[in-house]
Nanobody, 114 residues
Framework: QVQLVESGGGLVQAGGSLRLSCAAS????????MGWYRQAPGKQREWVTV???????NYADFVKGRFTISRDNAENTVYLQMSSLKPEDTAVYYC????????WGQGTQVTVSS
């Protein structure tokens, strides 16, 4: 069983930056594929980014060049550095982990004002 707790969301002006954190429980964190989804009001949840156990990354086109995912296996934490934020980035951001099954955090709200 993996438990995930996100933090770092908030309100920011367009063009600003935020860093989200996702703290995971479990001794096998370093083996898990981790990533982020987001869900804007009235829209379906959409995939944002993923990082493999070896550190390989992939991004949705709409965040490439602006968002960076990283992980610290010693701290059992995944980070999402978000820069050049746009109002359309406003959403609840969910951390996920794939380790056997798929596990989700509770989400953290990101609001970007214009």
């Amino acid at each position: 069983q993996v438990q995930l707790v996100e933090s770092g969301g908030g309100l920011v002006q367009a063009g600003g930056s935020l860093r989200l954190s996702c703290a995971a429980s479990g001794s096998t964190f370093s083996l898990a594929v981790m990533g982020w989804y987001r869900q804007a009001p009235g829209k379906q949840r959409e995939w944002v980014t993923v990082i493999s156990s070896g550190g390989g990354t992939n991004y949705a086109d709409f965040v490439k060049g602006r968002f960076t995912i990283s992980r610290d296996n010693a701290e059992n934490t995944v980070y999402l550095q978000m820069s050049s934020l746009k109002p359309e980035d406003t959403a609840v951001y969910y951390c996920y982990a794939k380790q056997g099954g798929t596990y989700w955090g509770q989400g953290t709200q990101v609001t970007v004002s214009s």
